[in-house]
Nanobody
Framework: QVQLVESGGGLVQAGGSLRLSCVAS????????MGWFRQAPGKEREFVAG????????LYGDSVKGRFTISRDNAKNTRYLQMNSLKPEDTAVYYC?????????????????WGQGTQVTVSQ
């Protein structure tokens, strides 16, 4: 059973930073892609960032480009999302998700496994 555990969420003032982590366990994939998504109240879940196993493909959502950075540590089966210059509109529950292979899709439906989410709240 694949398990994804996110951590690092919290409350931060606008302009501040947070780093989210997602640890994957229980899988037998030789390689996988991990994506970060977020969902604000009353809104659809949206793509934030994604990275392929070897880091060859890295994608960001338009609203976070230049502020967020996704990175990976394959030895630890961990992916990180460094979030800088946070804005109140970044407030959401952030989820990590994985899929087999090396493609990095932006669609929620393309990912097979999801974490439980971690809350990020950015105050004015």
């Amino acid at each position: 059973q694949v398990q994804l555990v996110e951590s690092g969420g919290g409350l931060v003032q606008a302009g501040g930073s947070l780093r989210l982590s997602c640890v994957a366990s229980g899988h037998t994939f030789s390689s996988y892609t991990m994506g970060w998504f977020r969902q604000a109240p009353g809104k659809e879940r949206e793509f934030v960032a994604g990275v392929s196993w070897f880091g060859i493909t890295v994608l960001y959502g338009d609203s976070v480009k230049g502020r967020f950075t996704i990175s990976r540590d394959n030895a630890k089966n961990t992916r990180y999302l460094q979030m800088n210059s946070l804005k109140p509109e970044d407030t959401a529950v952030y989820y990590c998700a994985v899929r087999r292979g090396t493609v990095v899709p932006r669609s929620v439906g393309e990912y097979d496994y999801w974490g439980q989410g971690t809350q990020v709240t950015v105050s004015q």
